[in-house]
């Protein structure tokens, strides 16, 4: 079963920030939160991941709390392009998605 | 970053025929590699895990016999339906896992086949 809790969708405005959070309250101390997302009738897209410090890059940043319960993974200027399902993933020895966000950028 | 693909990319065959999807780490070698099963508006399920000169090892549900996967070599991977029937109809997509070091890995998807059967 997945380790994560997303919310089933969200809406956010073209042009402005997506902040898309994630609870996964039962994270181990070695495990690492993985962000992915899913176009339409494509495979899995990685975004971004991180252990316990907050992460950066061209595509995204992933703010993860203190205790690591829970993250948000932070679009900065949604396009249309954006539109997809994005799930959030405790990284054991295999990905098990979970049911993800289903993003609807507006324009 | 590393490119996985999968051949076809879609298929469409008859009920009671076999089908063969083949997925390809492009650039890396692949000890292990992995198939999901999507259905529509619903999330990837995991169906098996493959294991370079091993038997591959199966999820709770998924028919080993139904669902034969050989893992022959360092980059391909192949998932045959046997007997396929019109339930089997769905998303199906792999990924290769890649070392980056010691207990260090990534993982990369494929693109997708989509098995229609009719």
């Known amino acids: 079963d997945a380790k994560t809790t997303q919310p089933p969708s969200m809406d956010c405005a073209e042009g402005r920030a997506a902040n898309l959070p994630c609870n996964h309250s039962t994270i181990s101390g070695n495990e690492y939160v993985y962000w992915y997302r899913q176009i339409h009738s494509q495979g899995p897209q990685y975004i971004i991941h991180?252990?316990?410090n907050n992460e950066t890059n061209e595509m995204a940043s992933l703010i993860i709390t203190e205790d690591r319960k829970s993250s948000t993974l932070i679009l900065p200027h949604a396009t249309l392009r954006d539109t997809a399902v994005y799930y959030c993933i405790v990284r054991d020895d295999k990905i098990i998605f979970g049911k993800g966000t289903r993003l609807h950028i507006l324009p | 970053g590393a490119v996985v693909s999968q051949h076809p990319s879609r298929v469409i065959c008859k009920s009671g025929t076999s089908v063969k999807i083949e997925c390809r780490s492009l650039?890396?070698?692949?000890?292990?590699m992995f198939w999901y099963r999507q259905f529509p508006k619903q999330s990837l399920m995991l169906m098996a895990t493959s294991n370079e000169g091993s038997k591959a090892t199966y999820e709770q549900g998924v028919e080993k016999d139904k669902f034969l996967i050989n893992h022959a070599s360092l980059t391909l991977s192949t998932l045959t339906v046997t007997s396929a029937h019109p339930e089997d109809s769905s998303f199906y997509i792999c990924?290769?896992?890649?070392?980056?070091?010691?207990?260090?890995?990534?993982?990369?998807f494929g693109p997708g086949t989509r098995l229609t059967v009719t």
């Open positions: 650039d890396f070698q692949a000890t292990t």
């Open positions: 990924s290769a896992r890649r070392s980056m070091g010691v207990f260090t890995y990534e993982q990369y």
């Open positions: 991180g252990l316990k």
